[in-house]
């Protein structure tokens, strides 16, 4: 029903910028929350930003508020994930996400491959 591709994942620098692209197809996409995951190695899948279509709606993980953030465009049917100032524990591989309208977060039906995002020091 709904296909999620992201980009975007590389080496960088600690204190560098990266950009996260997600973009999403299929019919339904217009009736779901859009998300990103990310899981570092030995670590468990963890929310890390979310939002509406509309951006009416969003989240942002306490920890990294202030240097991470989730914008989106509905019409190219993208989500963004900006990550500043970057830290070695950043390191993981990051999963664009999508659940239905009042589904939890807790098991999203629809995942993107995932991309790699490897923090130097």
């Known amino acids: 029903q709904v296909q999620l591709v992201e980009s975007g994942g590389r080496l960088v620098q600690a204190g560098g910028s990266l950009r996260l692209s997600c973009v999403a197809s299929g019919r339904t996409v217009s009736s779901i929350v859009m998300g990103w995951f990310r899981q570092a190695p030995g670590k468990e899948r963890e929310l890390i930003v979310a939002?509406?279509?509309?951006?009416?709606?969003?989240y942002i993980k306490d920890s990294l508020k202030g240097r991470f953030d989730i914008s989106a465009d509905n019409g190219k049917s993208t989500v963004y994930l900006q990550m500043n100032r970057l830290k070695p524990e950043d390191t993981a591989v990051y999963y664009c996400?999508?659940?239905?309208?009042?589904?939890?977060?807790?098991?999203?039906?629809?995942w993107g491959q995932g991309t790699q995002v490897t923090v130097s020091s």
């Open positions: 996400a999508a659940v239905k309208y009042g589904s939890p977060w807790t098991n999203p039906e629809f």
């Open positions: 939002t509406t279509w509309a951006g009416r709606s969003r």
